[in-house]
C-alpha cells in the first residue's frame, strides 16, 4: 500500500464521483456486472476442451466396448460426428477473433446452443442402442451417460446449459429404459432421476460460489486497473513521484520523474541507499530508522541546477505476519513553492512604499532586540518617531508629492541609522527604530538629534521647497519595561510628551508620565460619574453696565468639587470631556442649570453660558436650549451663549447651521475672546452675533500701549457698525474700568466688579451698583 495520500480504493472513487453519489452507485453496480459477466465467459471459453475432451473420451470408450456388437457403420458414424462436432467447435473458438467473433462465442447464448448439441448427440446413442442390449451393455451404456451428465458440472457457470445438457440426456436414457420393458430397471429410473436432482443442485451450488468467486475477483481487478491508472497519472502529470524501499533502505522503486531532477537514470538509483541519493539528511535517515510513518519531512538536495527543496511521505511496508518489508511513499519537489512562500512573507513584512519593515516586521524586531537583551544583560532602545507638519503637505501639494517626501525621510533615517539599527515605518508618517547591541542613553539620545536635524533638512519639489519636522519618543530595555507591549507603550507616552513641547523635540520615557497618564484616566472615570454624584456647580461671575455699574448679568463658570482631590479646575478636567464625548451631557446640564437659577433673578438681568465647539456639532443642541428655555419659563433673550473662534476653523458650515437656530429662538449669541485667535472678521456677517467680548489681555496691556487702545477702538467701531454689543472681560482695576468705559465698552466684566460666587451669593449681588469700582447699594 502507498502512503495513505495516493492509497486509492473504489469506494474512496466513488465518493469522490460527482455529481449524486445514487447514480455513481448504479454506474458502480452495472460496471461490476459487466466485469463478472466477462469474467464468467472467460471461465466458461477455458471449459470448452474440457468439454470436448470428456465427449471424445466416452465416445471412445463406448466404441471400443461395443466394438462386434453392434454394427460398425452405425456405431463408427456416430462416434465420427461426436469427434467431428467437438473439433469443428474448437477450431471455430480458435478462429472466432480473427473474424470478429470472440464475444459470440463467449456468450451465453452460445452456451446454450453448445449444451444442446452435445446432449443431442449422446441422447441418440440410448434412443437407438440401449432397449436391444444385453444387460452387460445396458449397464456400460448407463454408465457412459452417467458419465457425460456430470459433464453438466462444467457448464455450471450457466445453470441453463447445464440443464438442457444433463435433462436432455437423462430424458434419453429414462425413455430407452421405458422402452425396454425389463421391470428391473424401474429402480433405475428413480436413481437415474435422482442422480439428475444431485447434479441440477450441484451444478446450483458451484454457480453460486463461482459467481461470488468471479464477482470478488472482477471488483479486484477493477480497483487494481484504477490504482495503477491513478498512479501513472500521478506519475506523469502530477507534481509528485514514486519510489519505495526495502528493509535495508535500498530503492526497488522510483518515478522518472526524480530521476530527471537528479540527472541520474532510472537504472542507477535502483539498488542505492534513498538516503544517500538524497544527500545523506540526518531527518530522514531518523525517520526510516523509527519505521513509523511520516510527511511532509523537507529535505534539500543538490542537483545540476542548483539547491532544490523536496518533500517526502512514506508508510512502512509489512508483510502478512507484521513482518517489515521497507517503506514505500511519495515524493514533490517544493522549490517553487517555497520560493513564492519566502516572497509572500517578505512583502508581508515590508513597507511597500519606502522598502523599510512594516509594523508587523518592526514589533518582531523589537521582540528580538528585547530578548537578546534580556540573556546578554545589556539594554536597547526602542524609538517611535512622528513627523511635524507633515499633513499640510499633503493637502497643499497632494499624495504622490507626499508619498516622495516619506521616501526621503525612510532614506535619511536609513543612512543615518546605518548598522546600528533597524528603521520601520509603523504608520502614515510614523517611523521606528530599534537599537540593540547595548547603546547608552548618550548614544541614543545624539542619534536621535541626528535624525531629527535629518529629517528637517529641506526637501526640494520642482519650484518649491518643502520643510518638516521631527519628534521622536524613547524608551529603554530592561530599565523602562521588559516585555514588548510595555516598551511600546512607554515608548508612545514619551513620543506623545514631545509632541506636547513643539517641533524637533526628542524625549525619553519618564515614570512621571506614565503617573500622570494613569491619574488622567482615573479623573476620566470620575468625571463620567461626576453628574449622577451631583459633583458639578455653577458659580457666577457679574456682568455689569458700563453706563449705570448696575448688574445687568451673570457669566455662568462650571465648577467640579471631586470626593477626593477638591476643586478640580475646568482646564483640567474641559478637555478630558470634549475628548471622551462627556462634554454634551455635562453642557447640557449647565444650559438647564443656568436657566433655572436665572429664574431668581430680575427679569432684566441675563445669564451667559459658554459652549464647548463640540457642543455645536450637536443637530439637537437647539432642542436642548428650547427645552431648557420652557422648562425655566424665562425669556430666551436672558440666555447667552458664548463661543469662540475656533469653532469655526473645522466644521464652519455645521456650526453656523446650528447657532442660526439657537438664534432663531431668540437667544443672544456671544463671540468670546474676539482677537485671540484666527481672524473673525470673516465670520462677523455670516451669523447673528449680539455680543463681542474683548479678551482680558486687551484689556490689561492698553495701559502700557496705544496701539493697543487703537485695536480696542476698532473693535468697538467695527461691532457697533454690525450693531453689536461689546463686554471686557478682566478688568480688574478703575483704570481699566475708566479706559474701557471710554473707549466704548457696553458691559465690563472683570474681578473689580467681584469673582465667580455660587449662587446663593448672586442674590446679593442683583440690584447692586457700583461707582468707579466702589460698592453702594442700589
Not at 43 to 57: D, F, M, N
Not at 332 to 355: F, K, N
Not at 476 to 503: C, H, I, M, S, W
Not at 676 to 703: C, E, Q
Request: proline share 4%; net charge neutral; charged share 20%.
Amino acid at each position: 500500500m502507498l502512503h495513505k495520500s495516493i492509497t486509492v480504493s473504489t469506494p474512496d472513487l466513488a465518493a469522490a464521483q460527482a455529481p449524486g453519489r445514487t447514480g455513481s452507485r448504479v454506474r458502480e453496480r452495472l460496471d461490476a456486472n459487466l466485469a463478472a459477466g466477462d469474467h464468467r465467459a472467460e471461465a466458461l471459453w477455458k471449459t470448452a476442451p474440457w468439454v470436448a475432451a470428456l465427449s471424445i473420451g466416452c465416445a471412445a470408450v463406448v466404441l471400443w466396448a461395443l466394438a462386434g456388437r453392434v454394427p460398425t457403420a452405425w456405431l463408427g458414424g456416430w462416434a465420427v460426428l461426436v469427434a467431428a462436432v467437438n473439433i469443428v467447435i474448437l477450431r471455430a473458438r480458435q478462429r472466432a477473433t480473427g473474424y470478429g467473433l470472440a464475444s459470440f462465442f463467449r456468450s451465453e447464448h452460445w452456451s446454450l446452443c453448445e449444451a444442446a448439441i452435445h446432449a443431442g448427440l449422446w441422447s441418440l446413442l440410448p434412443a437407438a442402442l440401449f432397449a436391444w442390449q444385453p444387460v452387460s451393455i445396458q449397464i456400460l451404456l448407463g454408465g457412459a451417460l452417467g458419465t457425460m451428465m456430470a459433464g453438466a458440472f462444467l457448464l455450471a457457470l450457466v445453470p441453463l446449459a447445464a440443464a438442457i445438457w444433463a435433462v436432455v440426456i437423462a430424458g434419453a436414457l429414462l425413455w430407452a429404459v421405458h422402452a425396454a420393458g425389463d421391470p428391473a430397471l424401474g429402480s433405475f429410473s428413480f436413481l437415474l432421476l435422482a442422480y439428475l436432482g444431485v447434479i441440477m443442485v450441484g451444478c446450483l451450488t458451484v454457480e453460486r460460489l463461482l459467481s461470488g468467486q468471479i464477482g470478488i475477483a472482477a471488483g479486484e481487478r477493477a480497483r487494481r486497473e484504477a490504482i495503477a491508472l491513478l498512479l501513472r497519472e500521478y506519475e506523469e502529470q502530477g507534481a509528485g513521484w514514486l519510489w519505495q524501499i526495502d528493509a535495508a533502505n535500498l530503492l526497488t522503486y522510483v518515478s522518472p520523474r526524480i530521476s530527471s531532477l537528479l540527472g541520474r537514470a532510472t537504472s542507477q538509483l535502483l539498488g542505492q541507499s534513498l538516503p544517500m541519493v538524497l544527500g545523506c539528511d540526518v531527518r530522514l535517515g531518523n525517520a526510516l530508522v523509527a519505521r513509523d510513518a511520516f510527511a511532509g519531512l523537507e529535505v534539500q538536495v543538490q542537483t545540476s541546477a542548483g539547491p532544490r527543496c523536496i518533500s517526502l511521505s512514506g508508510s512502512p511496508i509489512l508483510d502478512r505476519n507484521g513482518e517489515f518489508q521497507g517503506f514505500r511513499g511519495v515524493g514533490q519537489d517544493i522549490t517553487e513553492t517555497r520560493r513564492s512562500q519566502e516572497r509572500l512573507t517578505y512583502m508581508a513584512s515590508i513597507d511597500v512604499l519606502t522598502g523599510l519593515p512594516n509594523r508587523q516586521r518592526m514589533r518582531e524586531l523589537f521582540a528580538e532586540a528585547v530578548q537578546a537583551a534580556g540573556r546578554t544583560g545589556d539594554q536597547c532602545a526602542i524609538m517611535f518617531l512622528d513627523l511635524d507638519a507633515f499633513k499640510p503637505v499633503n493637502d497643499t501639494f497632494g499624495h504622490p508629492i507626499g508619498d516622495a517626501v516619506l521616501r526621503t525621510v525612510a532614506r535619511r533615517l536609513a543612512a543615518e541609522v546605518g548598522e546600528q539599527g533597524q528603521v520601520g515605518r509603523v504608520g502614515g508618517d510614523e517611523f521606528a527604530v530599534v537599537l540593540g547591541a547595548g547603546p547608552s542613553r548618550r548614544a541614543v539620545e545624539e542619534m536621535g538629534q541626528r535624525l531629527i536635524r535629518a529629517v528637517a533638512e529641506p526637501y526640494p519639489f520642482e519650484a518649491t521647497e518643502i520643510r518638516i519636522g521631527l519628534s521622536i519618543g524613547c524608551a529603554f530595555a530592561p530599565v523602562d519595561g521588559t516585555t514588548v507591549d510595555e516598551l511600546l507603550l512607554k515608548a508612545d507616552l514619551a513620543l506623545y510628551n514631545a509632541k506636547a513641547q513643539g517641533r524637533g523635540a526628542f524625549v525619553h520615557f519618564d515614570p512621571k508620565m506614565q503617573r500622570d497618564v494613569e491619574a488622567r484616566v482615573k479623573l476620566e472615570q470620575d468625571l463620567r460619574q461626576a453628574l449622577a454624584r451631583e459633583q458639578f456647580q455653577l458659580h457666577y461671575q457679574p456682568v455689569v453696565s458700563a453706563r449705570t455699574q448696575e448688574v445687568v448679568g451673570f457669566e455662568a463658570l462650571l465648577r467640579w468639587y471631586h470626593h477626593e482631590r477638591g476643586l478640580v479646575s475646568p482646564a483640567e478636567f474641559v478637555p478630558i470631556a470634549e475628548e471622551t464625548g462627556l462634554i454634551a451631557e455635562i453642557g447640557e446640564w449647565v444650559i438647564r442649570t443656568a436657566c433655572h437659577d436665572a429664574m431668581s433673578w430680575p427679569d432684566h438681568v441675563f445669564v451667559s453660558v459658554n459652549l464647548s465647539p463640540r457642543q455645536l456639532v450637536i443637530p439637537a443642541l437647539p432642542n436642548i436650549v428650547s427645552e431648557a428655555l420652557s422648562a425655566s419659563r424665562i425669556q430666551p433673550g436672558r440666555l447667552e451663549l458664548e463661543v469662540t473662534e475656533s469653532v469655526f476653523m473645522s466644521d464652519s458650515d455645521g456650526s453656523l447651521d446650528v447657532l442660526r437656530r439657537v438664534r432663531a429662538l431668540g437667544v443672544g449669541i456671544a463671540l468670546d475672546d474676539f482677537g485671540t485667535g484666527y481672524s473673525s472678521l470673516g465670520y462677523l456677517n455670516k451669523t447673528i452675533f449680539h455680543t463681542l467680548k474683548i479678551d482680558g489681555s486687551f484689556v490689561r496691556d492698553a495701559a502700557k500701549r496705544s496701539e493697543t487702545i487703537s485695536i480696542i477702538r476698532a473693535i468697538v467701531a467695527l461691532a457697533n457698525s454690525f450693531r453689536m454689543t461689546i463686554t471686557a472681560e478682566g478688568v480688574e482695576t478703575v483704570a481699566d474700568f475708566e479706559r474701557m468705559q471710554a473707549l466704548g465698552c457696553h458691559k465690563i466684566q472683570g474681578y473689580l466688579f467681584g469673582k465667580p460666587v455660587p449662587f446663593a451669593a448672586t442674590r446679593r449681588l442683583v440690584g447692586t451698583r457700583w461707582e468707579f469700582g466702589v460698592r453702594k447699594a442700589g
